[in-house]
């Protein structure tokens, strides 16, 4: 039984849990009423029956996809992090697409198989979704079919959605032109290439397009999502069910709060990386018109 | 080029950046020095260059290996955020280890495929390590072909660990039998079966066990070990490189801090789960006189 389906027999089971819903102050540090609408101050409609309303979720009546572009060299974690989450918010299934469903190696060798093809899916997004990656994105950046891909989706999609990296393969597809941006820290400047404005920020809204950090910046995307898409109850469950109680040790997360030292070594790890984007970058920028 | 050979090619490159490595007390959470002997306030070694220099991260120079369960049903997450983080601790490789490699699906419906059998690293494990998963842990407690292994890898292995429920396969195999263990929340009380004590805390060391919460936990647990197996500098690195600077919206992680009707929600969800592990294990403690 997924989630889903156990959300929804609740009620024949006879848990009577919704009545009390309520997320006090000291449980969350946006500030309520939440900009969805939902209001935990308010309780359950009157008549309705707690044992089968589900209202206090949000959960849609009409199946929600998450395509997710599972290209080989993505961080696994830019991609697992937000789909085993999104993967459960009630009515929404997260396909991972690709060229071919042959299993497709991550830049840390784990290797994953894609659910589906571009061919499958490509009329049904709700939410684009591009994971990060390290040397599989200049590939992603120089391959129009892909990028192709990612635009017929982009027309159809209520979000378009990145974390890491995978905000330069939105900004090649020229989804980013003129939008504020997050990217991972090591190569989020380079979204200027595509006329994209980097922001250091965890999560980066601008309109329609949701951009994050990469990496475990992707389990506070997807609980930032699940807010949006359902509401402050839904991503308290999904929090709860994922024990995201989060016990930083080194609190160097970041270039300004790592030591200058680490922060040096990261960079100089990565320059090989950020040169064969910048070149790929720069073809695409040319090719495409972004 | 992967983490590794890029810290030691770093020399090569001419980047001399380890003479002022420091955490400083903002930084770190944990008291100073560590206790594995690295204390930042010592400057490097009289004599050594600092641009060959590594022992700021304390790479060991034999290759050192985290075996990882890798079994059906097991929660991607458990495993992901844990991988990305150690396969890249230096000289270290992260093997994901099954009965045969063909492709396995994990809880959400991700499909991984393992990178080794059961007969391929039996006796390499410097960590034998068991992420959790839901419906996959009871089919995994009753296959004693499963746990023999288990057993036999555990018998050189310098740290045996988990994530989440993995704890409860662990305990199936004798190997928490007197140990203090954690566990995901919604199954930790279980591992009594086994003559573990369950620990509500995010990671549990004892001896040379070390468990972990589940899903999300797997990022602290990796931070935890690296920090254990090289020092706070290398973890750091991590932190940085992985973006670990959790942003939490809704900090109802944990039973104790999420609304009662949320958490009542997610127990009465696991109801089903919890009776088939209750069944799972009380066959194995008998069958394996554990």
């Known amino acids: 039984m997924d989630r889903r389906q156990a959300i929804q027999s609740l009620g024949a089971a006879g848990v009577s849990i919704v009545t009390s819903l309520t997320l006090s102050d000291a449980q969350t540090t946006r500030p309520q009423p939440h900009p969805n609408g939902y209001d935990p ?30 290209y080989p ?14 993967c459960r918010m009630g009515n929404a299934e997260v396909r991972l697409v690709w060229k071919t469903k042959d299993v497709i190696s991550t830049d840390t060798d784990i290797d994953i198989r894609p659910s589906d093809t571009f061919g499958d899916v490509e009329d049904e997004a709700t939410i684009l979704f591009v994971p990060g990656g390290s040397t599989g994105v200049s590939d992603v950046i ?25 905000s330069l ?3 090649a597809a020229g989804l980013l032109t003129g ?3 997050a990217g991972h820290w090591t190569t989020r400047d380079l979204l200027a290439g595509f006329g994209a404005h980097p922001v250091e920020q ?36 999904l929090a709860l069910a994922n024990e995201y109680a989060p016990q930083v ?40 018109k972004v």
């Open 41 to 70: 101050t308010v309780p359950p409609r009157p008549g309705s029956h707690p044992r089968h309303d589900m209202s206090h979720y949000n959960i849609p009546t009409q199946r929600q996809t998450v395509i997710t572009l599972t």
């Open 73 to 86: 060299g993505l961080s696994a974690l830019d991609l697992v992090g937000a789909q085993q989450i999104l």
């Open 142 to 166: 120089g391959d129009d079919k892909v990028l192709d891909y990612l635009v017929k989706c982009a027309k159809k999609a209520k979000y378009i959605a990145s974390t890491g990296s995978g």
């Open 169 to 171: 393969i939105l900004g």
């Open 179 to 181: 939008y504020k941006a």
């Open 202 to 237: 965890r999560i980066v809204t601008d309109r329609n397009r949701v951009t994050a950090a990469g990496c475990t910046g992707s389990i506070d995307f997807a609980l930032h999502l699940v807010t949006v898409l359902r509401n402050a109850n839904m991503a308290a469950a």
């Open 249 to 288: 040790i080194h609190s160097t997360g970041t270039p300004r709060t790592a030591p200058q030292a680490v922060t040096e070594m990261e960079w100089a790890m990565n320059a090989g990386l950020r040169d064969e984007l910048r070149e790929a970058i720069e073809s695409a920028r040319i090719r495409r």
